[in-house]
C-alpha cells in the first residue's frame, strides 16, 4: 500500500521514460533541457540497465570496412554514409559533451583483422575511403604496413587500420549520464519493471521486485526506451534481438603487443586489451538463431568458438584463462537506421539501435525529445 504522500508526490508525470540505459537517459536529458519545468521520471527493471549499455564492449565506433561493404548488400551508398554519418556524429558528440577524460576516451584507433576468405575486401578500401571522404575530410581505413608487430597468427593477412576510432568505458558513459540527469532533477527508480503501457492513455503498469502488485502510474507524455525488450510492451514491433556475449580474461602474462579496438569477420567479432586482460566477445553469427532470445545466458557453441580465436589467432600457441562472462541484448530489425516513432497518443518508441548505442544513444534520445515536444 501506498501512502497519501507517495500517491500525491511520486504517480503523475510530464514524462515518463521507460528503460535507464543510454537511449532512455539521453531522452530523460533533451527533454528536461527543452522543459524546465517538466517532471520527468525513469523507470528501470534492474538495478543497472538491463539491455546492453553497460554490458557491451566499450567501442567507440561507427563500423568496419568489411561490415560497411556487407551492408551495401541490404541498403544504398546514401543510405551507408548516412548510417555512418549518424554514428561517428554522434560519438563526437558525447566527447564534446561531457569531454574525453570524463568518458576515459582513448583515441586509439580501430583495427580490423582479414584472413583468407575476407582479405579481397582490402581492394575496395579506396572506394569506401572515397565514399566517406565528405565527412571525415580524410581517407578512413588504411592498411597497416607491418601486421606481423601485432603478434597475431598467420591466419591474419591484413590489418585494415581505421584513424577515426577509439575504446571508452561504457560504466563512465552512465555515471556522466546520471549525473546530469540529477542536477536537471530528472527522478530515476530502479527496480520497477513495466509490464503494460496503455499508449493512448498515458497509464504506465509497473511492478517492484518484490512482485508486491501491479501499480499505476499516470504520464503526460511516455517514451519506451527499452530496446530489444520493447517487444513485451509492444508485441507488434519487427524488432530482434541479438544477444552478445563478453569474456574477460585473467591478466595476460607479459606485455600485450597492441593496443586499440579490434574486428574481425565483418565486425561480429570484437576485442580490445582492459588492464592487461583480454576483452573478447561476440561472434552471434556462428549460431544466429539460438542468440535471437531476450534470455541472458553463455552459448557453448560461441564460447567455445572465441577460447579457439583467442588462442589460435590472437595469442597464437598461448594458454588464455579466462576469469568473467556475461552477456548483453541488443535489438535489431530489417533496417540497420534506429526506429523513432510515434506508438499511440501519448507514447513514443526509440529502438532497434543495432548494437551501436555507445555511437547513437545521445543523438537518438535527442530526436525522440523533439518528437515528444510536438505531440
Known sequence: MFSYWERKNFFSYDLIVVGAGFTGLSTAIHYRKKHPKAQVLVLEKGVLPTGASTKNAGFACFGSLTEILDDFWKMTPDEVSALVEMRYKGLRQILRRFG????????????????????SAAEQMDEVNKMLKGLFKKDVFSVVKKPGKFGFSEQVKLVIENRFEGELDPGAYLTALWTEAASLGVKILTGVAVVEVQ??????????AQKEGVFEFTGAKIAIC????????WPESELEPGRGLILLSKPIEGKIPWKGS??????????????????????????FDRERTLEFGTNPK????????????????RKVEWEMEWSGIMAFGPKKSPLIQAIGEKTAVAVRLGGMGVA????????????????
Request: charged share 30%; glycine share 10%.
Open 100 to 119: 574525453d577524460a570524463a568518458l576515459r576516451y582513448e583515441a586509439s584507433h580501430g583495427f580490423e583483422l582479414l584472413d583468407a576468405e575476407h582479405v
Open 199 to 208: 499508449k493512448d492513455e498515458g497509464l504506465v503498469l509497473a511492478e517492484s
Open 226 to 233: 527499452t530496446n530489444a525488450f520493447s517487444k513485451k510492451l
Open 262 to 287: 579490434f574486428h574481425l569477420d565483418k565486425g561480429y567479432v570484437y576485442f580490445r586489451q582492459v588492464e592487461g586482460r583480454l576483452l573478447l566477445g561476440g561472434a552471434r553469427n556462428k549460431d
Open 302 to 317: 560461441i564460447k567455445t568458438h572465441l577460447h579457439r580465436l583467442a588462442e589460435e589467432v590472437i595469442f597464437p600457441g
Open 360 to 375: 547513437i544513444g545521445w543523438e537518438v534520445g535527442r530526436s525522440l525529445s523533439r518528437l515528444l515536444s510536438k505531440m
